[in-house]
């Protein structure tokens, strides 16, 4: 009897092990020099890398990232399901470890990190996220929805206020702050 109860969901959950413990061992790294550069503990990159606990979609982004891998290379020969795909609000996954007084919720399916990451980034009063360079040619997008922020690329720097857009490069260090109280934006980050 065969089991015919595999679906793309599964395929990916079975593959996923061996490719991050392949992705970590291609870049001669440790499970403590996974677990440091990525925020995840080490006891949970290895029991992701057993198969004995599933990653959250922020989990898995944060160890791509880590890792420099292209997560949709991580999901090769898995078809992506047709139709319309809903991530409701209470599911978007959040980045817990950047900046200061922000919270970070990834719009972007997994499969597009390093080429389009899409953001909703809300900022506290004085709320700040200090990010290091990307690769090169690398460059943000950014659209302030409520509030004021603050952007410094390398040594510019320009204030924006509501509907305001700024694309800069970030093959530098770069900056993004709230002045003046809380504020929203809305950020695409292309070829990171």
Same mark, same amino acid.
């Given at each position: 009897? &065969?089991? %015919?109860?595999? &679906?793309?969901? +599964?395929?990916?959950?079975?593959?996923?092990? +061996?490719?991050?413990?392949?992705?970590?061992?291609? @870049?001669?790294?440790?499970?403590?020099?996974?677990?440091?550069?990525? *925020?995840?503990?080490?006891?949970?990159?290895? /029991?992701?890398?057993?198969?004995?606990?599933?990653? +959250?979609?922020? +989990?898995?982004? %944060? =160890?791509?990232?880590?890792? /420099?891998?292209?997560?949709? #290379?991580? =999901?090769? #020969?898995?078809?992506?399901?047709? #139709?319309?795909?809903?991530?409701? %609000?209470? !599911? $978007?996954? =959040?980045?817990? %470890?950047?900046?200061? #007084?922000?919270?970070?919720?990834?719009?972007?399916?997994?499969?597009?990190?390093?080429? !389009?990451?899409?953001?909703?980034?809300?900022?506290?009063?004085?709320?700040?996220?200090?990010?290091?360079? !990307?690769?090169?040619?690398?460059?943000? !997008?950014?659209?302030?929805?409520? *509030?004021? $922020?603050?952007? @410094?690329?390398?040594?510019?720097?320009?204030?924006?206020?509501? *509907?305001?857009?700024?694309?800069?490069?970030?093959?530098?260090?770069? &900056?993004?702050?709230?002045?003046?109280?809380?504020?929203?934006?809305?950020?695409?980050?292309?070829?990171?």
């Amino acid at each position: 009897m &065969t089991d %015919n109860s595999s &679906t793309p969901e +599964t395929e990916v959950l079975s593959l996923l092990p +061996t490719r991050l413990r392949a992705a970590r061992r291609d @870049k001669g790294l440790s499970l403590d020099a996974v677990a440091k550069l990525s *925020g995840v503990s080490r006891s949970m990159v290895s /029991q992701i890398e057993r198969g004995e606990s599933s990653p +959250t979609i922020a +989990t898995l982004w %944060n =160890l791509t990232r880590a890792l /420099q891998v292209d997560f949709a #290379g991580l =999901l090769e #020969g898995v078809d992506e399901p047709a #139709g319309i795909e809903v991530l409701r %609000n209470a !599911h $978007v996954p =959040l980045i817990a %470890n950047a900046g200061q #007084g922000c919270s970070i919720r990834i719009l972007s399916p997994p499969e597009e990190v390093g080429r !389009h990451e899409v953001y909703d980034i809300r900022f506290k009063e004085n709320g700040i996220l200090d990010s290091a360079p !990307h690769k090169r040619g690398a460059r943000e !997008h950014l659209t302030v929805i409520t *509030g004021n $922020v603050r952007i @410094k690329a390398g040594q510019q720097v320009e204030l924006l206020g509501p *509907g305001d857009t700024a694309r800069y490069p970030v093959d530098q260090p770069h &900056t993004i702050s709230a002045e003046a109280g809380p504020a929203q934006v809305f950020l695409v980050v292309q070829d990171a």
